[in-house]
């Protein structure tokens, strides 16, 4: 066996899926020392992943976009679901569409342009032990055929997915509520093709005791699966006939399927909901799956794993450039980890209930029960649940907006309750103090809306008669922005008691 390797750095990171890889891309283009650690990627496709249009925000600031281009992946143009008696067809309307590719090929793409912005990778390891000294993290891992890697640094991002090498000791915990397991198989398709109106779309459908899925990997082979309850696979369960047997009992995923046949075995792998009790603390911080496994109904795994590591990474960056700012950034992580988590949980609860509603069975009352729990105070938030801001109720809102219209003049005063407060934000890729306005409505801050800055608004408005007046008053003193985004926010700064209305 070869002598153990060893090497100091700023930053080790683990696990090489694409939260690892965005935290240490972002890392590296500041110029730190970064260590991603990662195992095998697998040599067959597994799972298929689908990547929203949505997702090329943060693709774009990270800088993975041109490797996916460069990759061709192929082409994801929007779902089809039948879901509790209804379907819905939904196109993307986005200019980029989104993607469809497997785990090993999306890893290739991530972990190429990592390296290039300076990262430095192991691959073919697996970490054995960490232990957190005064001096910082030392990390052991066996590296396939070349035996021990011994890396130093005081900072450690757990990026290992499910396995959460060090979150599960750090509180991570499922939801004892419910237990899924996903039985998924690549099915290659017959003489006759797919269906054209299915060749670039995801597929999903509920039925009683479930929910299948079905994605495309290439204009063959696609990637189906059937999500159950956790304890119908027993030792020596045919796999492939109890996912044969589920899909039968969907009424458009399995005459889908017809003259279709299993390209290799099916397997099960575990799919139950889980979330830590912190997210982050001086040294450590558990990013995309090792901190929290959402319910893959949302489509979002990938956007949410890639936010996550991005924002580990701007927190690691501002502790090792400020230390001082090191105890602000910890916590705005895990408050901010803790609240995405919600509301995708809040995101799913809607098509749960009305799964619930639809098919009277205990797989989908207890799983309505549960997501109800997480249910957010808006139902924008089904739009963009990456946004994690405080929001102002929309029908609250409305009200606002409503009787400013009814009014002969504006008369805008400074609410009774207003003040300011210092909130962790993010400015470029620091965490720092920024000032916000609150009230005793929203004690926790606003600042933008439809990205209008609040406290220019509630400076100009106030003596202006006319709505457009207090717009342009606004447009002078900051970016301009356009008159619908101005009334949308003049209204949430009413709504919540920015703002009031002077009696007349």
Known sequence: MNAPSTGSFDVVV????????????????????????????????????????SAWRILDELGFAPALERAAFRVNRGNTVWWAGETRDETFADARTGLY???????????????????????????????QTPEGWQVRCER????TLELRAPWIVDAT??????????????????????????????A???PADHAHKSLVESYPEGWAWSLPLDDGLRCVAAMIEGGAVRARTDIEALLVGELAKTCHLDPALHGATLDGSAWACPASLYRASRFARPGLLLAGDAGSFIDPL?????????????????????????????????????????????RYRSLSA?????????????????????????????????????????????????????????????????????????????????????????????????????GVDLQGLVVAAPG?????????????????????????????????????????
């Open 14 to 53: 683990l696990g090489g899926g694409p939260a690892g890889c965005a935290a240490a891309t972002l890392l590296a283009r500041h110029r730190h020392s970064v260590a991603l650690v990662r195992p095998d990627i697998p040599s067959t496709p597994r799972l298929v992943e689908s990547i929203p249009p």
């Open 192 to 194: 006759g093709g797919w």
């Open 350 to 450: 809607g098509f749960l209930e009305r799964a619930a509603s639809e098919y009277g069975t205990d797989y989908w009352a207890k799983r309505a029960r549960a997501a109800l729990r997480h249910r957010g105070r808006s139902s924008s938030e089904a739009e963009d649940p990456d946004r994690v801001a405080p929001e102002v109720p929309e029908d609250a809102v409305r009200r606002a907006f409503d009787v400013i219209r009814s009014r002969p003049s504006l008369d805008a005063i400074p609410g009774s309750s207003l003040r300011r407060v210092q909130v962790p934000g993010i400015e470029g890729h620091r965490i720092a103090l920024q000032d916000h306005l609150a009230s005793d409505a929203f004690p926790e801050g606003l600042r933008y809306v439809r």
């Open 464 to 504: 202006r008669a006319e709505v457009p007046d207090a717009w342009a008053a606004y447009n002078g003193i900051a970016p301009p922005v356009a008159l619908p985004d101005y009334l949308t926010a003049l209204a949430t700064a009413f709504a919540a008691g920015l703002l009031e209305h002077a009696e007349r």
């Open 161 to 190: 997915g499910r396995h959460g090498f060090l979150a599960r000791g750090e509180g991570r915990r499922p939801d004892r509520n419910t237990h899924t397991l996903a039985l998924v198989g690549m099915w290659r398709a017959g």
């Open 144 to 147: 396939r055929g070349e035996g």
């Open 298 to 342: 949302s489509s979002f795994g990938v956007k949410k794993a890639l936010s996550s590591g991005w924002l580990a990474g701007v927190v690691v960056h501002t502790a090792l450039v400020d230390p001082a700012a090191a105890a602000t950034a910890l916590e705005f992580y895990d408050r901010r980890e803790a609240e995405v988590y919600r």
């Open 101 to 131: 590719t497997d785990r090993a090929r999306l890893e290739g793409a991530f972990g190429a342009a990592m390296t290039d912005a300076g990262a430095t990778l192991f691959e073919r390891a697996s970490a054995r032990s960490a232990e």
